[in-house]
């Protein structure tokens, strides 16, 4: 199981490394969850800690960044409810500006996920962010719960590997939904059982608080911060909890802070169809022939999973991930094109190594966590808990929507957070942020995993003042460095010189 939410980057990565790129416990009585704007930071002894940088470490199943590359590990309270109690370590990663003066600051990134690791993932994006460098020292980091940061593993790499082969993502018998539903609860309960404690301390909440910490730390007075993806939600929330605190933030490929979990799937399966369709367009074709082609080869593995040239096989969940990863940028629709014809002779290894890569599953056998990360932390933030039942009334819906991802993320709204062992925080996010200094949220008309319309409710509900609200007219997940001059300037002359565009700037394709 697994949802759909990650920086362009990161997926096109995965590709890349895979060889495919053909040319590339707490509830809360607060209906939000975050109380009140907070400008507490966390303990005083927490914030006068001097962090031990030094050369960084291998992240599991990678190699080192190069000698530019500083680590150190972050002090903060397990439960900030209690700031002088027990500590976790939170990994950082810095590359120190390049520029001989007039240096800004630290510009913190998050990159996404929920579950992301900005550790590994910043060293790989740092050409992208050269002109932010001359000024910045570039900083990352592994929020709680993931990476090299107090990691959570809910289950082995065999169990992770059965579960693809056996359970069916889209049931349709009784028989196919009861296993669904008991790998669902399985999962949470691995969860329970390995990150114990951790498991109700790996919240968006505590994760803004820790950056303020973090901006303590390294000695700014504001933070300066780009959020992708999930790391716009995160930006959100901490300009709520500390608006005067905001120094430049930008969002890019921006979360609906609108949606609860329902809707923000309904998003997805809207996004991912549409940008499907583009793909379709693309070629001369009709999306709707090539959708319901999709269909008729996802009812086929359904029936019986393909062949691949290896020992595993291709069923339709691992179809519909090796689909859906190339809808994450233009640059990858070759592959999914490559990816269809195989499927159409009856080989399924594109599509197979295709989903691999979105799951980073090495040719080993070995999986990151990222998966198991992303669920506990978006599980711990929302409080809905669908039964199945009520997913199973939402599949004509979601049908309608997309006739390729609405089943899966329809049962998915049920399944995903199934007997979780703790309670969820809130029904959607609270951005608001009086106050705040001018944040600037970026949207692309052709992204799949956070739909346009997201960035204008963000932009809305950062409030009056706040959000500055600026359109590309493009395709894939995210818009900065993804090929558009009029996005890049504005963006650099933002975070480089504090220039805010106009609000509705639209850069065209």
Not at 277 to 283: T, V
Not at 284 to 291: E, F, L, V
Not at 420 to 426: D, E, I, K, L, Y
Not at 452 to 477: C, Q, S
Request: proline share 5%; net charge neutral; charged share 25%.
């Amino acid at each position: 199981m697994q949802r759909y939410v990650r920086s362009a980057a990161l997926a096109a990565a995965g590709i890349l490394v895979a060889g495919l790129a053909v040319g590339c416990d707490g509830s809360s009585d607060d209906p939000k969850g975050q109380g009140k704007q907070d400008e507490k930071g966390a303990g005083k002894g927490l914030a006068a800690q001097k962090l031990d940088w030094g050369r960084c470490k291998a992240p599991e199943g990678g190699t080192a960044p190069g000698s530019g590359w500083q680590c150190a590990t972050l002090k903060v309270p397990l439960d900030y409810a209690k700031p002088d109690g027990e500590t976790i370590g939170i990994a950082l990663i810095r590359g120190k500006s390049t520029g001989e003066g007039d240096r800004i600051g630290s510009l913190v990134f998050n990159f996404g996920g929920p579950g992301g690791s900005g550790v590994s993932g910043l060293p790989s994006f740092a050409d992208m962010y050269g002109s932010l460098r001359e000024r910045y020292d570039l900083v990352s980091f592994d929020p709680r719960g993931v990476g090299a940061s107090e990691g959570l593993r809910c289950r082995d790499d065999k169990a992770t590997q059965a579960a693809e082969e056996k359970v069916d993502l889209t049931p349709d018998t009784p028989a196919e939904e009861k296993a669904y539903f008991k790998d669902a609860a399985d999962f949470g309960a691995g969860c329970a059982r390995g990150a114990k404690k951790l498991i109700g301390h790996v919240s968006t909440v505590e994760a803004a608080r820790d950056m303020d910490l973090m901006r303590q730390v390294l000695g700014d007075d504001k933070l300066h911060y780009m959020g992708v993806s999930y790391g716009t939600e995160l930006g959100g929330t901490y300009a709520h909890l500390f608006p005067k605190r905001v120094g430049r933030l930008a969002m890019d490929a921006v979360v609906d802070p609108s949606a609860d979990s329902v809707g923000h799937a309904e998003n997805q399966a809207r996004g991912f169809q549409r940008a499907l369709d583009n793909y379709f367009k693309s070629r001369g074709q009709d999306p709707k022939a090539g959708t319901a082609k999709i269909a008729k080869l996802f009812n086929r593995l359904d029936a019986e999973p393909m062949r691949t040239s290896g020992d595993r096989k291709l069923t339709e969940s691992l179809a519909s991930t090796g689909i859906l990863v190339t809808l994450y940028s233009k640059q990858t629709w070759p592959a999914l094109t490559r990816g269809l014809q195989d499927a159409e002779k009856g080989d399924g290894t594109t599509l197979l190594r295709l989903a691999d890569a979105y799951n980073e599953r090495d040719a080993s056998g070995r999986y990151s966590t990222q998966n198991h990360a992303q669920r506990a932390i978006s599980c711990l933030d929302a409080k809905a808990r669908s039964t199945p039942e009520e997913a199973g009334k939402r599949l004509a819906r979601f049908r309608e929507i997309s006739p390729v991802f609405g089943t899966f993320m329809a049962w998915d709204t049920a399944g995903w957070c199934h007997r979780w062992p703790v309670s969820g925080q809130h029904d959607s996010p609270e951005v608001s942020a009086p106050g705040a200094a001018p944040i600037l949220v970026i949207g692309n008309t052709g992204d799949p995993a956070t739909p346009y319309e997201g960035a204008r409710k963000m932009a809305d509900e950062l409030g009056k003042g706040v959000g500055v609200h600026m359109t590309w007219k493009g395709e894939g997940h995210g818009a900065y460095g993804n090929g558009s001059d009029c996005v890049d300037d504005a963006v650099d002359d933002y975070l480089l010189k504090g220039r805010t565009p106009k609000d509705g700037k639209v850069c065209e394709s």
